[in-house]
C-alpha cells in the first residue's frame, strides 16, 4: 500500500514547526540564564534536547531510500520520531510548570 501522497511533505513540515515552537519555548522558560540549574533546570533541557534529535530526524527517515518503492517501514520510523519528539517536547513542557 502506497503512503498518502504529500505525506512525506506534511509530516517533516510538522516535524520543522514543532522544532521552532520547542526552540521558543526554551527560549521563554530561560536556558540562556546564567543562574545556578537545579535537577528539574536538567530535566527540562535533557527533555527539550531528546525532543529536538527525534524532529531533526523525521526529514532524514522520511526521505531516505528504500528498497522496494512500496516499503513505508522508513517513512513509519519517521512517523514514530515525530510522535516521540512531540511527546518529549510536552514532557519538557510539564516539568518545567511543575518546578517552578
Not at 519555548?25 to 536556558?31: N, V
Not at 520510523?77 to 518529549?88: C, K, N, Q, S
Request: hydrophobic letters at 50%.
Amino acid at each position: 500500500m502506497q503512503f498518502p501522497a504529500g505525506s512525506v511533505q506534511a509530516l517533516s513540515s510538522a516535524a520543522s514547526t514543532v522544532f521552532s515552537i520547542g526552540i521558543v519555548f526554551l527560549g521563554y522558560w530561560g536556558i540562556h540564564e546564567g543562574s545556578h540549574w537545579r535537577s528539574g533546570d536538567v530535566c527540562v533541557a535533557l527533555l527539550a534536547l531528546a525532543g529536538f534529535a527525534c524532529l531533526g530526524s523525521v526529514p532524514w527517515l522520511a526521505t531516505s531510500p528504500t528498497q522496494r518503492p512500496d516499503d513505508e517501514s522508513r517513512l513509519r520510523l519517521a512517523r514514530h520520531a515525530f510522535l516521540g519528539g512531540v511527546g518529549a517536547l510536552w514532557l519538557a513542557i510539564i516539568v518545567s510548570v511543575f518546578t517552578q
